[in-house]
């Protein structure tokens, strides 16, 4: 998840797009917009790479065509994006859930359900500033360090869940490091 145009690129909310956006580069697959629909995505496949054009408070509103194009149910979604509550550059692998009051995550459990996977991104919380600044802020060199470790670590996880079951790659990701 993230939002969409220039004015978010490289921001903490978008951390969900960067790893879509490295995950197609690292499979050469091409992301492109739908035809009539507020999605760019690589069209239907094993995996089918999806960012949302609507605004992150909204993402689960692309998913009932998405479902009815690719055939998928809620336990095939995997959601990647952002998490106040993890530090800069761990990352979490989980399936079901509340949202914890991220809007984004209760705009998909309104449009699926609460039984997608979700890999979490740490952002960390703010010091000094208010939660909108802070997600919609670009991170410090340092963090931006981090944030790019734990989405090339990411990049690695969604692969590995092409070939091992879930609980073994949650195993493997969510490892105190």
Do not use: C
């Amino acid at each position: 998840m993230g939002n969409p145009g220039e004015r978010f690129l490289s921001t903490r909310h978008n951390v969900g797009f960067d790893v879509v956006t490295a995950l197609a580069a690292s499979r050469a697959v091409t992301l492109r917009k739908a035809l009539l629909r507020p999605v760019i995505w690589s069209g239907p496949g094993r995996q089918t790479l999806v960012m949302p054009l609507t605004y992150m408070n909204r993402s689960g509103r692309v998913l009932p065509w998405l479902m009815r194009r690719t055939g998928a149910v809620a336990e095939d979604i995997l959601v990647v994006t952002d998490n106040m509550d993890l530090a800069p550059g761990v990352i979490r692998l989980k399936r079901g859930g509340t949202s914890r009051s991220h809007n984004g995550i209760a705009s998909v459990i309104d449009a699926v359900g609460p039984g997608f996977y979700r890999l979490y991104i740490g952002i960390g919380r703010p010091e000094g500033a208010t939660v909108v600044d802070h997600v919609l802020a670009v991170p410090d060199r340092a963090e931006r360090e981090a944030i790019d470790d734990a989405i090339a670590r990411a990049v690695v996880a969604i692969d590995m869940l092409l070939d091992t079951s879930p609980a073994d790659v949650m195993n493997a990701v969510n490892r105190r490091r």
